[in-house]
T-cell receptor, first 113, second 111 residues
């Protein structure tokens, strides 16, 4: 059973398009995260939700909008995609907001042409 | 800005040798964690060391933490080809559950 899953695994799209990445965790965790890993492997947090509420919102363009329909899901919608959005996006979850260990999904590789 | 910086950036060793990776960070931390990332995969948690601990072991892994120098090291003993991966340190900075990752060390273990 996959603990944290993401779809799609690969996403190739044109500049200016709008796309969504979905994340689901079946661990019963309360807290979920989105990270971006750039071409140099730097991994940076973008958002964090705890029980469907936004708790961390780093300096991310407002073209990126997370949505948490329930605590098992955290989706990421990106409007007006730009070349610089090309990266690997990782979803993660932790038991709750105070938990230390995070469990990562396999990543979504986004390429904007 | 990146909190942790790993050193070396890349490391190539023979199977059976030990691998040591270092991480430095800038601000006070609650804990420091090490994660592994196999090529094309997500990160997997390896070990966590709290700010009041100096050393921790888990199987072939040994982690040290020196808060006075703001540094940590990860030692993998008796390395195996399957240990080939990128290794990241991540710090939890006391301001909520926000992990800040370093750039990672790419480890290659040759069989």
């Amino acid at each position: 059973d996959t603990a944290v899953s993401q779809t799609p695994k690969y996403l190739v799209t044109q500049m200016g398009n709008d796309k969504s990445i979905k994340c689901e965790q079946n661990l019963g965790h309360d807290t979920m995260y989105w990270y971006k890993q750039d071409s140099k492997k730097f991994l940076k947090i973008m958002f964090s939700y705890n029980n469907k509420e936004l708790i961390i919102n780093e300096t991310v363009p407002n073209r990126f909008s997370p949505k948490s329909p329930d605590k098992a899901h955290l989706n990421l919608h990106i409007n007006s995609l730009e070349l610089g959005d090309s990266a690997v996006y990782f979803c993660a979850s932790s038991q709750d907001y105070g938990s230390e260990t995070q469990y990562f999904g396999p990543g979504t590789r986004l390429l904007v042409l | 800005s990146q909190q942790g910086e790993e050193d070396p950036q890349a490391l190539s060793i023979q199977e059976g040798e030990n691998a040591t990776m270092n991480c430095s960070y800038k601000t006070s931390i609650n804990n420091l964690q090490w994660y592994r990332q196999n090529s094309g995969r997500g990160l997997v948690h390896l070990i966590l060391i709290r700010s009041n601990e100096r050393e921790k072991h888990s199987g072939r892994l040994r982690v040290t933490l020196d808060t006075s120098k703001k540094s940590s090291s990860l030692l993998i003993t008796a390395s195996r080809a399957a240990d080939t991966a990128s290794y990241f340190c991540a710090t939890d900075t006391r301001y909520g559950n926000k992990l800040v990752f370093g750039a990672g060390t790419i480890l290659r273990v040759k069989s």
